[in-house]
C-alpha cells in the first residue's frame, strides 16, 4: 500500500517499549512484512463509507446510585509499592 | 470408570441423586492432574485447596445448583479472586485479583468448582500457546505437537481429562481452533451474549468468552449459566437466555446449510478437505438442504483482523504501566519505570502487536489502515447477513490444517493465517461453534464448524448435537486418547 520504512524508534517511544537487541534485529522485517500484507485492504473496493459498529442494541441509562466499590486496603495491597494510603512511584521530575 | 472420565452432564445428574459426592469427583481429578500435567503442562496454576473447601461445602448443601458436580478449569485470562490470574506474562506474573469475572460468579452460583487457570499464548495473542512466558502446552494426542491457542491449555485439559469442561476466550478463533486440534467442542458466543467483566481485554470489539467441552450437551449446560445480561459489561445483550439444554429436545425444523464451493478451499490441507468433503456427503444423506457458497471478502478477513485487533490492544495493553498492580520495574524516575516494566514485562508477540496497533492509529496512517479496516469490516459482515437469508448455518472446516509440531511456525504471518476459518465470525459478532468431525490418517483430530446468526446458540447447539450424534465420534474416546499420546510419550 504504501512504500515506506517504518520508524521503529519512533513507535516504541509512543507505545513506551524498548526492544531487545534481538527484537532489533528480526522486528524491522518482521513488522514490514506485517504491514505489506494487512495493507492488501486498499485492494478492497467499497461502495459505501460505511463502518462496522460491534452492538446493535441502544445502550441504557444506568441509575445514578452509589454502590459498594472495592476496599481501599485490598486496591492498595496490589500495588508494587505503597506508602500509608496511597500508591507510591519514583519522582515524576528529573533533576536533583 | 474413573470418576474423571464422567461427562459434565452425568456427573452433575450423579450429584443430584446423591450416588456421588463433588469432593470424590475433585481428588479424582487431582490425582489425575498430579499424573499427567508434567507432560501436557495445561495449567499455570491449581487451585486445589479451594477447590477441595468449596466440594466440601457444596456436598453439604442439601438444595444444590445446576453445576454442582462440575469440575472446570478456566482460561488465566479470567480474573479470579484469590486466585492468581497471569495472563501468560511477566507483567501479571504475581496478580492477585481481588474480584471474580461475572462468568466465575455465575459458575460458582451454580456449584461449579473451579479446579485451576489453564495456559495461554501471552494475552491471548497467538495459535500455538507457545508464546506463553512460562512454558508451551502440549497437544495430548500428540505431545511433540501444539494444542492450539491461545486457549490451549483450557483444550488441552479437557482434551487430556484434566477437567471436565473449561472456559476460554476467543478474539480471532482462540477457543475453536485450540477444540480442533484438541478434539473437543468449543463455542464462540454472539458478541454481548456472554459478559466480558473480567476477562482481561485484548481486543474489546472482537473479545468474548465461551466453553471448551467434551460434549456439545456440557457445551449447552455451561453457555446457560453463563450467558446473559449484565450491567458490569454495557456491551452484553439484554435478550433473554433460551434454556439451551432443554432445547435439545425440540427438533430442528426444515433447515439449510451453506458449504464453502471447491474454490473456496484452495491453500487447505488434503485431510482436512477429505474430512470436509466426508461430512458434507454426512449431510447431504440426512436430507439437509445443502447450499454451495464462496465469501469473496474472507480474502481481506486476517489482513481486516491484525489492524484492529492489535489497535485495540495497543490501547488495552497502555494500563501496564507498573503503578496499580502486576510487575514493576525498579527505576530512579516515573517515565523509565514506565519504560522498563513494560519493555521487561512483555515479550515479543506482544510487543509487535502493541507496535502494529500504535503503527495503525498514528496519525497519517490511520485512514489508510483503520479506516479502511473498520470499511472491510463492514463488508464481511454484510457478505455473512446476505448468506444468512438463504441458509440458516454455514459449515465450514475450523482450522486450515491439523495440529502442527513445537516450533513448526517460526514467521508470524504463517501462524496468523491458522485463523483464516474462525476470524469471519469475530469481525461480524456471530457465533461460531467446532466439533470434533474426524481423525487424520496419522491419528490426529480434526474439527467441523458450524456458524450461525446473532444470537442463534440455541439452533447451533441443537444443529452441532445432530452432527455430532451421527458422526459418533464419542465412542471410546477415552481409550483413543491414550492411544494417540502414547505414539510420541518419551
Known sequence: MLNMKIDLEHLSALAYLELTEEERKTLPSQMEKIIDWVGQLANLKMEEEEKYTPVEFSLRLEEDKIQESLPQEEVLAMSPAKDADFIKVPRVLQGK | ????????????????????????????????????????????????????????????????????????????????????????????????????????????????????????????????????????????????RVPGGSSGGSAAAVAAFEAMAALGSDTGGSVRQPAAFCGVVGLKPTYGRVSRYGLVAFASSLDQIGPLTRSVEDCALITSVIAGFDRQDSTSSPLPVPDYPAEFKVPLSKIRVGVLDNNSLSGVSQEVISNYQEILKLIEGLGIEVQRMSFPSWEYALPCYYVIAPSEASSNLARYDGVRYGFRAESRELSEMYLKTRTLGFGSEVKRRILLGTFALSSGYYEAYYAKAAQARQAIARELAEAFKKVDFIVIPTTPEPAFKLGEKQDPISMYLQDYFTVAANLAGIPGLSIPSGFTNGGLPLGLQVVGRSFAESKLLKFAFLLEKNLNLKNNKYEMIIRGRRKNEK
Request: net charge negative; proline share 3%; glycine share 4%.
Open chain 2, 1 to 144: 470408570m474413573k470418576l474423571f472420565e464422567l461427562g459434565l452432564v452425568e456427573a452433575v445428574s450423579l450429584v443430584k441423586k446423591g450416588e456421588v459426592r463433588v469432593v470424590e469427583i475433585v481428588e479424582d481429578y487431582m490425582a489425575r492432574i498430579e499424573q499427567e500435567d508434567q507432560k501436557i503442562k495445561a495449567y499455570l496454576t491449581y487451585a486445589f485447596d479451594k477447590a477441595l473447601a468449596r466440594a466440601r461445602e457444596i456436598d453439604s448443601k442439601k438444595e444444590k445448583g445446576q453445576l454442582a458436580g462440575a469440575i472446570i478449569a478456566i482460561k488465566d485470562n479470567i480474573v479470579t479472586k484469590g486466585i492468581r490470574t497471569t495472563c501468560a506474562s511477566r507483567i501479571l506474573e504475581n496478580f492477585i485479583p481481588p474480584y471474580n469475572a461475572t462468568v466465575i460468579d455465575r459458575l460458582e452460583a451454580e456449584d461449579a468448582v473451579i479446579i485451576g487457570k489453564t495456559n495461554l499464548d501471552e494475552f491471548a495473542m497467538g495459535s500455538s500457546t507457545e508464546n506463553s512466558a512460562f512454558f508451551p502446552t502440549r497437544n495430548p494426542w500428540d505431545t511433540e
